[in-house]
């Protein structure tokens, strides 16, 4: 397994990975200090996992992390950062990272994020997911055609078999064998399902391709 750590602060990416050989003691870990380091290490081979800082010294953050999501699609990105500014995690979702952890953030926490992530489930923080909680999406109605339409017609094809299969009880790689596919693009797909349908986990992307009708019956 190899993974990526960027963060211009010595002490943090020290910290992070002491965290990442707990979970993966023999996972080949690359240190980076800033944008180039990052982009490189990444264009080296395949990687497992990138936990990015947000802001680092001499790049904005935010065009960094869309750049290394475009040009990546099939790598998990977690971003790292003291920021508890709900628009800076809103616009990290918008580019398409995987995952958002505050640096005040315990191992614990840590390891449950980074676990979601390469399960192909996404991660936020807990005052995005209060704010969700207290200002709740409307329930889908399932029961209108229209909006089951609508919401199959918002998937590819190979998204729609992917759903199909995560809710049958299938794992990552029982899918990516069964569709002659990565892992890593079963991942890839996962995010933007879930992303998509408005899901935080694989059971509730389970459930709602139930609600629409998409399992054999």
């Given at each position: 397994?190899?993974?990526?750590?960027?963060?211009?602060?010595?002490?943090?990416?020290?910290?992070v990975?002491?965290?990442?050989?707990?979970?993966?003691?023999?996972?080949?870990?690359?240190?980076?200090?800033?944008?180039?380091?990052?982009?490189?290490?990444?264009?080296?081979?395949?990687?497992?996992?990138?936990?990015?800082?947000?802001?680092?010294?001499?790049s904005?953050?935010?065009?960094?992390?869309?750049?290394?999501?475009?040009?990546y699609?099939?790598?998990?990105?977690?971003?790292?950062?003291?920021?508890?500014?709900?628009?800076?995690?809103?616009?990290?979702?918008?580019?398409?990272?995987?995952?958002?952890?505050?640096?005040?953030?315990?191992?614990?926490?840590?390891?449950?994020?980074?676990?979601?992530v390469?399960?192909?489930?996404?991660?936020w923080?807990?005052?995005?997911?209060?704010?969700?909680?207290?200002?709740?999406?409307?329930?889908?109605?399932?029961?209108s055609?229209?909006?089951?339409?609508?919401?199959?017609?918002?998937?590819?094809?190979?998204?729609?078999?992917?759903?199909?299969?995560?809710a049958?009880?299938?794992?990552?790689?029982?899918i990516?064998?069964?569709?002659?596919?990565?892992?890593?693009?079963?991942?890839?797909?996962?995010?933007?399902?879930?992303?998509?349908?408005?899901?935080?986990?694989?059971?509730?992307?389970?459930?709602?391709a139930?609600?629409?009708?998409?399992?054999?019956?």
């Amino acid at each position: 397994m190899k993974i990526i750590i960027a963060d211009d602060h010595a002490m943090t990416r020290s910290g992070v990975v002491a965290a990442l050989l707990e979970m993966f003691p023999v996972a080949n870990i690359v240190e980076c200090n800033d944008r180039n380091t990052l982009l490189a290490a990444a264009k080296q081979g395949k990687c497992d996992l990138a936990i990015v800082d947000l802001f680092m010294p001499g790049s904005d953050g935010f065009s960094l992390l869309k750049k290394l999501c475009k040009r990546y699609p099939e790598l998990p990105v977690i971003v790292l950062s003291a920021s508890d500014n709900p628009k800076h995690v809103h616009r990290t979702i918008d580019v398409g990272v995987s995952g958002f952890i505050h640096k005040s953030s315990g191992f614990e926490r840590m390891h449950e994020a980074i676990n979601t992530v390469l399960a192909g489930g996404v991660y936020w923080p807990c005052f995005l997911v209060a704010e969700s909680n207290q200002n709740p999406v409307p329930a889908m109605d399932t029961e209108s055609p229209q909006i089951r339409e609508a919401l199959i017609d918002s998937l590819t094809t190979r998204q729609l078999d992917i759903l199909v299969c995560l809710a049958q009880g299938m794992s990552n790689k029982s899918i990516a064998g069964a569709l002659f596919i990565s892992e890593n693009t079963v991942k890839t797909h996962l995010k933007a399902v879930m992303l998509e349908l408005d899901c935080t986990n694989r059971t509730e992307a389970g459930v709602l391709a139930e609600k629409l009708g998409l399992l054999p019956s």
